[in-house]
């Protein structure tokens, strides 16, 4: 029973998946700009799709800030399975810490080009609408620490199997090839959450052992 509530935050990597993935379908229900889209259709979604713009960005940013939680969770079993100095654990923790910060950013420019969508110009706009990019490219980079640090203390321990731990230094390859990368942000982390949040829940985390006091 004292594990309970530790078992159910472990869930927060299935919540930020899901809004992620809610908040994508919500914010381009309204379509989409296609490449090499003038400044002036830029401007146009934005005004027309304000609402669900801002509507899937926040949804999008709460599954960050689950994800967060999820960061916490997986940093204190891999701190556990490491012991020692936990540099590996800090590592993952640093990566996963990185990503969600920056996940956070990703919609941010164009909620707020949204929220303004009256009063800017069409090339305000259009940089707006592509500054995210940028941060999704440092959420990207970030994830490499994020499977590297995990991976390293799969490989030491028990806590995740081997093959998944290959599967986390396989993604992070992918990561780091730039053509490619955006597919491993974008499908391979939330498969990787979805299968770390699994075994997280499986293998509960041991029970703290209470401390002796010296007698004096």
Partial sequence: MRQKPERWVAYAGVLAVVLWIVGIIVQESGGVTADGATDAEYLARIQDDANSILTGGWIFMIGCLAFLVFAVVLRDRLAAAEGGSHMFATIAFVGAVAVGAFGLLVPGPEIAAAISSDDISASTAAALSNLGDAFFVAAELS??????????????SALLPT??????????????????????????????????????VRREAPASRPVALESS
């Fill in 143 to 156: 994830a490499i620490l994020l499977m590297l640090g995990t991976g390293v203390v799969a490989l030491r």
């Fill in 163 to 200: 093959w998944f731990a290959w599967f986390g230094f396989l993604l992070a390859v992918v990561l780091v090839i730039g053509p490619i990368g955006w597919a491993g942000l974008i499908f391979g982390l939330p498969l990787w959450v979805l299968g770390t949040t699994f075994f997280l």
